[in-house]
């Protein structure tokens, strides 16, 4: 398994434990961590702006939108992600 993917394991285990209980704070960190990692992988390496910068801002929203379109075009592997995810949490 790619990193990428294992990345977007972890981060369909934190949206699936968040949507039965609430997340720790430790959970929380590593959680937006995460999320972060896979978001900026639709960002050209070495081409993030410093945080909080309106670059930065433009860049996070490109980012997002990457990410949602790499969702759409992987739905079936998504999907089945998504669903591995819900059934580790759940037990």
């Known amino acids: 398994m790619s990193?990428?993917?294992r990345l977007l394991a972890i981060y369909y285990l934190c949206d699936s434990t968040a949507a039965i209980r609430?997340?720790?704070a430790?959970?929380?960190s590593a959680c937006m961590s995460t999320y972060?990692?896979?978001k900026v992988h639709f960002v050209r390496p070495g081409d993030l702006a410093p945080p909080g910068?309106?670059?930065r801002v433009a860049?996070?929203?490109q980012a997002y939108r990457g990410f949602k379109a790499?969702?759409?075009d992987n739905a079936a592997l998504?999907?089945?992600?998504?669903a591995r995810a819900e059934a580790a949490v759940r037990g």
């Open 26 to 28: 430790s959970e929380v």
């Open 36 to 38: 972060e990692t896979v």
């Open 78 to 82: 998504v999907s089945n992600m998504r």
């Open 59 to 61: 860049q996070n929203r």
């Open 70 to 72: 790499w969702e759409r």
């Open 3 to 5: 990193e990428f993917l």
């Open 22 to 24: 609430p997340l720790t």
């Open 53 to 55: 910068t309106p670059e």
